[in-house]
């Protein structure tokens, strides 16, 4: 058994520079727009086996099992929700049901700004609670695309509006994460972060607006941003703190899709906003790069649909809603896992890695378990969905099949990517790599609330996973606080809450959004789009926590 390492050079700041290597070198190749997603990735693959053998010491054979691990779990489930999203999505295009899509949305509102509240912010955060891990993005930037908005926009403004739903996404998954590392219950958990999140469901909806928009043109319809905001984060304040963190999302949005689509029946801004462009910046390139669809063959647009055919071009969606939920309850998780799993213990590397203090509180063996529950996988229960749906829009069996290895070709270098990328952070997390990273932040003493809050939003950013952030460092955030004096329920919360703003800028993320835009080898432009907002808002999470920790009014408003 090999026992991490942390501090490989007897410095903190030397370790630190050299565990930060892969993941600065992958986000500058991203970034500088000169190097393709898949090959970048690859490249900071490689960088991540070098520092992890010649720098922290671990052996060849767990680094080169340690990256394979990750190649199979980037694949499934993370790939897999991605290739069945896009095949629905290719489906739709092809039959004309997402144009008939795109009109009904149109006949809610034509304003642009109304439809981003409705579809990127109000029904991504369904897809959000009910799917994760790429689904809300993916579906998201779809249909703005289909709507009219550019590539850099449909993928830039996806995953700002998929912020502040994060940590109860998936029915819950990352606070369920986050209580089996730390202890503590989930219900506890999901409430402190229902105390803090909330603030932000109100922000990022008037964020989103402002981005797109201006403040000029956020203003003219503060109205409908105010009862987007409040329908979703009072819910999401109740049901997390008096119901469960398990559906938090699901009802918030439901019940904000209502109030909005409720209140633009009875309220119209004076201006219509008809531009799908960005106003706050150059959008003319995005906009004359966009290709068609995904390669998929789209038919001219007929005249006006009727009642009928609006309904029929949401079957589709419809059929993906009920299924995707139903996937992601524990019943149904609990009928088909014994029956339809294949768990492979990674051979040399399952319990053959130890994480050892300050890490954890005792030598704590890693295992690593390639649980291959593939009956109840998200993208499963997507492709059961558009299988389903593609009979409803009356394609023949063997046009489904073949439309399906078509889109496996067109996104062979999305998956390759999003292959890479959990292949590097699987790497890291058994390396050590990322608690290296992680010890640095929690050396920040007085401040730790708001650099422990920003330690969720780098777990984000190199896992992909607020889930997975919550595992990487949630004992991590309980054992500093304590030491520190603070709340630790309140700073394993912080981790998720912080988390949710690094969603927009893992590179994971980013490559749903480019392959869901049909905008591949653009993500550098996507990630330069997005990064300030990221870091903005995670240290305006920071600050609240600051708040909670040390200012005794409001902890007493807020925590209790």
Known sequence: MWSQVYNPFGNATLSTIAAAIPVVLLLV????????????????????????VFLFTMPTGLATRAALFGVATGMFPIGWI?????????LTVERGYFATLQQSVGDITTDRRLQLLLVAFA??????????????????????????????????????????????????????????????????????????????????????????????????IWPAILVCGVSFAIPQFLISNYVNPWIVDIGASLICMGCLVGFMRIWHPKEIWTSPALRTRDDSVGTLSSPAPLGAATPSM?????????????????????IVAIWGTGWF???????????????????????????????????????????????????????IAGFVMGFSPLRLITAWFETIWVLRYSLITIAAMLAIGTLTRFSGVDATLGLAFAGTGILYPFFGTLLGWLGVALTGSDTA????????????????????????????????????IDAQSIVVASTATNWFGHEGSILRFVFWHSIVLACLVGGLVMLQAYVHPFTEMVLH
Request: aromatic share 10%; net charge positive; hydrophobic share 55%.
């Open 469 to 504: 952030s919550n595992v990487l460092f949630g004992g991590l955030q309980k054992i500093t606080s304590e030491q520190l004096g603070l709340s630790p329920i309140l700073m394993a919360a912080a981790n998720s809450s912080g988390g949710v703003m690094g969603k927009m």
């Open 29 to 52: 190749m991203i970034a500088s727009g000169k190097v393709k997603a898949h090959i970048a990735a690859v490249v900071a693959l490689l960088a991540a086996i070098a520092v992890s």
């Open 333 to 387: 998780k609990a009928l088909v896992n014994p029956i339809f799993t294949w768990s492979y213990p990674i051979p040399g590397l399952h319990n053959m890695v130890q994480k050892v203090a300050p890490i954890v509180a005792s030598p704590t063996a890693e295992p690593a378990v390639f649980a291959f529950t593939y009956m109840s996988y998200t993208g499963t229960g997507v492709l059961i969905a558009a299988i």
């Open 123 to 220: 029904f991504g955060a369904f897809f959000e609670g009910a799917g994760g891990f790429g689904t809300p993005v993916a579906v998201t930037g779809a249909i703005l695309i289909g709507l009219g908005f550019s590539p850099l926009a449909a993928s830039g403004l996806s995953l700002i509006a998929n912020t502040a739903p994060v940590a109860f996404g998936a029915l819950g998954a990352p606070i369920q994460g986050l209580a089996s590392v730390t202890g503590f219950d989930p219900y506890v958990l999901g409430a402190m972060v229902g105390r803090q999140l909330p603030f932000f469901s109100l922000i990022v909806p008037f964020w989103l607006i402002a981005v797109f928009a201006g403040l000029r043109g956020m203003m003219q």
């Open 82 to 90: 991605i290739l069945n999203v896009i095949f629905l999505y290719r």
């Open 302 to 322: 007929s005249p006006r649909a009727d009642r009928r055919e609006v309904f029929l071009a949401w079957v589709p969606w419809i059929i993906l809603s009920v």
